[in-house]
Nanobody
């Protein structure tokens, strides 16, 4: 079992910045991928960005150049620095931790990000 605790959401004006954090604990394998997904009202959950334990990153086209994902040295905490926020970034952001073999996939409780115009 893996527990994920998120923090850092809130309300910000368009053009502003927020930083999300997600701390993982429990049965953590050293090789894993952590990431952030988001879900806006009436829409499907979508990948925002993820990062492997080796440091490879992947971003949604809509956030490239504005968001940066990173991990701490212990690789148990993932961060999402969000700059130049837009109203369309408004959503509940979910932290995700996954491992391939054995297959494991865990989600955080979600944190609300609201960007006002």
């Amino acid at each position: 079992q893996v527990q994920l605790v998120e923090s850092g959401g809130g309300l910000v004006q368009a053009g502003g910045s927020l930083r999300l954090s997600c701390a993982a604990s429990g049965r953590i394998f050293s090789i894993n991928t952590m990431g952030w997904y988001r879900q806006a009202p009436g829409k499907q959950r979508e990948l925002v960005a993820d990062i492997t334990s080796g440091g490879s990153t992947n971003y949604a086209d809509s956030v490239k150049g504005r968001f940066t994902i990173s991990r701490d040295n212990a690789k148990t905490t993932v961060f999402l620095q969000m700059n130049s926020l837009k109203p369309e970034d408004t959503a509940v952001y979910y932290c995700n931790w996954r491992h391939i073999n054995p297959p494991m996939n865990y989600w955080g409780q979600g944190t609300q990000v609201t960007v006002s115009s």
